[in-house]
């Protein structure tokens, strides 16, 4: 078969069909994801004609890293429970009294900046299983507490892991000898190395524009959908202080990367942004004048709500600790991603070809296929690790430490089949390229279908390519490495700087993590919320759908200029859509006020 058209159809549709069950139908993953894989599984070996040995180390490389996924999970549950057993999340949650009970306030301060700083030193979705937890610990419900973590999941994605989408997956996506890259380094006068690092300033500035109103957006989100009268408006009452919030991360952010490069940008500016925001936020700066908070308990819907519970470990705990000894786990946590992740030597040890607890599988079932495990460098471990000094820095006793692992292992259990499922569709997937049938893998075909009806409109369409990597794969990363190189040569042909596509193709990636199955489950797991992805998906998509539409206008106006093109048009229609939604907001709100 050679039908594009036809092709792309069949590639979208296991795709199309889980979006279905899980949002529209409500299916919980743990049922939408295996009927997913199967269809996959037949769509690959009838059409792109897999070996079944293939079909089945797709499946296997699958298994491993759910596994992975599995153990941040446990080593996020693990942490929950440690510091709400030593009491030390009732001294936190007094210190953000202090600050702020706002909730608004709250999400922004923990999710965007905190999150922000996390994403930059680790990646690979630990920000969701840091920040949900801690949110759920503060009081937030369950389901508040996923979708704010995976809210912040878009803007420093792209420089997570001190660069790693960029530096490993554009770098390698692209390829330094594919056809016409020597020529256009010729061009621009840059080395390759230099070259990704343009295209990372690139990611940078425009996520420094789309980002702005991320912090406003998880506001309104936040107050619409968990508040009490469920106003959006409210949310917008904090818009001074989210903005505020937002250009202290993204400033500080674009600022790194056109001077230092892709490594720090989203580490160095959730630091930078959350040391400025705290120090202003205690003294009152832009607080709000109104206390937002969410209803009482008992007010709750029930799908709100997971099965975490960790208001009777804190009865046992300590209370009277000192704020900086009961942040002591996240700052010890931070510092052990820094260095990981920063200091050469260390990385190396941790990573490289005698690195302990590294497991690689070779060639499975004769494929080409060959999964690696790196245990001691896995968030898992220091996740795990924190919480072993954390028994220690709080002196605990062994009730309390015999408790938390009673606990996260119990909790652990419920989001096993989800992702054992979810991971295997994505991996046959990706490794869909390796088949009998001569066809690029399934992503790529999609891809090239939407590429030829886009034509010369290409940069409006490319962050949602990016995007849809991102949602297969959960992974920016992975995501550049799948679509790069199609991207470059996509920009290549129509005319046009093929190194602001890649650019786009990145900031869609970012755009596409909030959507992500896997970190919806894998976050969702870390708070006891099972079964509810699909109601998660049909809030965090109207995020990539901002974050996709923003970009693409806003890249097709750096390649072309403003002017009577699309990329203007969709730019000015994107303005007038959320004036109108705002403005519907305030009305909606002033509505509820009469009634009330």
Request: charged share 10%.
């Amino acid at each position: 078969m050679d039908n594009l058209a036809v092709l792309s159809v069949l590639a979208l549709s296991p795709i199309i069909l889980v979006g279905v069950l899980l949002a529209g139908f409500r299916w919980p993953a743990k049922y939408a994801m295996p009927v997913g894989y199967l269809v996959t599984l037949l769509i690959a070996a009838l059409v792109w004609q897999m070996e079944p040995s293939v079909l089945a180390a797709a499946t296997v490389e699958g298994f491993i890293v759910a596994a992975t996924l599995l153990y941040i999970v446990f080593g996020a549950l693990l942490l929950l429970a440690t510091v709400s057993a030593s009491g030390a999340m009732s001294r936190i949650k007094a210190g953000f009294d202090n600050i702020s009970p706002d909730r608004r306030v709250q999400a922004i301060i923990i999710g965007w900046l905190f999150g922000s700083f996390i994403e930059g030193a680790s990646g690979f979705g630990t920000p969701a299983a840091v920040v949900a937890p801690l949110l759920l610990a503060l009081g937030f419900p369950a389901m508040a507490a996923v979708m704010v973590g995976l809210i912040i999941q878009s803007t420093p994605v792209s420089f997570g892991a001190v660069g790693t989408p960029i530096l490993v997956g554009v770098t390698n996506g692209m390829g330094q000898d594919s056809p016409g890259m020597q020529d256009r380094l010729q061009t621009v006068g840059a080395s390759y190395p230099d070259y990704v690092a343009r295209i990372g300033a690139d990611v940078a500035l425009i996520h420094g524009m789309v980002g702005l109103l991320i912090p406003l957006i998880l506001s309104v989100m936040l107050t619409g959908f968990f508040g009490e009268r469920r106003s959006f408006a409210e949310g917008l009452k904090i818009a001074p202080f989210a903005l505020y919030a937002s250009l202290a991360m993204t400033v500080p952010s674009v600022t790194v990367a056109f001077l230092l490069g892709p490594e720090f940008p989203s580490l160095l500016g959730g630091l930078v942004g959350l040391t400025i925001v705290m120090l202003t936020s205690s003294r009152g700066f832009l607080m709000p004048r109104e206390v937002f908070t969410f209803p009482p308990r008992a007010a709750w819907e029930e799908r709100w709500m997971g099965n975490v519970d960790t208001d009777h470990l804190e009865e046992v705990g300590n209370r009277d600790m000192r704020l900086l000894v009961a942040w002591s786990p996240y700052v010890l946590l931070a510092v052990l991603l820094v260095a990981t992740r920063v200091i050469s030597p260390l990385q190396e040890f941790l990573t490289g070809d005698f690195a302990p607890m590294t497991v690689t599988v070779q060639s499975l079932f004769g494929t080409d296929i060959s999964p690696e495990v790196q245990a001691f460098y896995s968030p898992g471990f220091l996740l795990i690790v924190t919480a072993l000094a954390t028994y220690a820095i709080h002196g605990m006793n062994g009730t309390q430490i015999r408790e938390t692992w009673r606990v996260s292992g119990r909790q652990l259990a419920g989001t096993a089949v989800a992702l054992l499922f979810a991971l295997p569709l994505v991996r046959v997937l990706i490794q869909s390229g390796a088949n009998e049938s001569g066809l690029e893998s399934m992503p790529v075909v999609l891809a090239q279908g939407v590429a030829a009806i886009a034509g010369d409109s290409w940069p409006v369409f490319s962050p949602w390519i990016g995007a849809l990597g991102a949602f297969i794969a959960g992974s920016n990363t992975v995501s550049n490495l799948t679509f790069s190189q199609f991207q470059w040569s996509t920009g290549h042909e129509i005319g046009v700087p093929p190194e602001k596509v890649v650019a786009l193709q990145a900031v869609g990636g970012a755009g596409g993590n909030p959507i992500a199955i896997h970190n919806i489950v894998a976050a969702s797991a870390t708070v006891g919320l099972l079964g509810r992805e699909g109601d998660l998906i049909r809030k965090t998509i109207l995020v990539t759908l901002y974050y996709c539409l923003a970009a693409g206008s806003i890249g097709f106006m750096l390649i072309h200029g403003v002017g009577l093109n699309l990329g203007t048009f969709v730019f000015l229609g994107l303005l007038v859509l959320l004036a109108g939604v705002g403005q519907w907001m305030i009305r909606r709100d002033r509505a509820l006020g009469s009634a009330g």
